[in-house]
């Protein structure tokens, strides 16, 4: 085999690898611009936390619950906080960007 047909198969394996993994993982979703009430409890010994967020996009849109668990980034003005740098606030505006699922769990919740 050639130079030139080593190097396309090798990206021919490259492209084929990074089409198929793009494809199994799941696309992230987000509601931006809403009014958002946590529910959240502290995971002891750690800055982490899990519960779960009520997202409503508008005055007239439903709530939508989306779970948080250990892995969501929690940011605070554009910086990732820890969870007491919350406070007891529980009502916030902002994004919430998420997999959806059943349930549909928050990768990062974005407060202003």
């Known amino acids: 085999m050639s130079h030139l047909g080593t190097a396309l198969l090798s990206a021919l394996v490259i492209l084929t690898s990074t089409l198929s993994a793009s494809a199994n993982e799941p696309e992230e979703h987000y509601i931006e611009f809403a009014n958002l009430v946590l529910n959240l409890e502290e995971i002891p010994g750690s800055d982490r936390a899990t519960g779960y967020v009520l997202a409503t996009a508008c005055a007239t849109c439903q709530p939508t619950r989306i779970e948080i668990d250990e892995t969501t980034e929690l940011r605070l003005n554009g910086?990732?906080?820890?969870?007491?740098?919350?406070?007891?606030?529980?009502?916030?505006?902002?994004?919430?960007?998420?997999?959806?699922?059943?349930?549909?769990?928050?990768?990062?919740?974005?407060?202003?």
């Open 79 to 112: 910086d990732q906080v820890p969870l007491k740098k919350l406070g007891f606030k529980i009502d916030w505006q902002g994004a919430v960007f998420f997999i959806p699922g059943k349930p549909s769990i928050a990768t990062r919740l974005m407060l202003q």
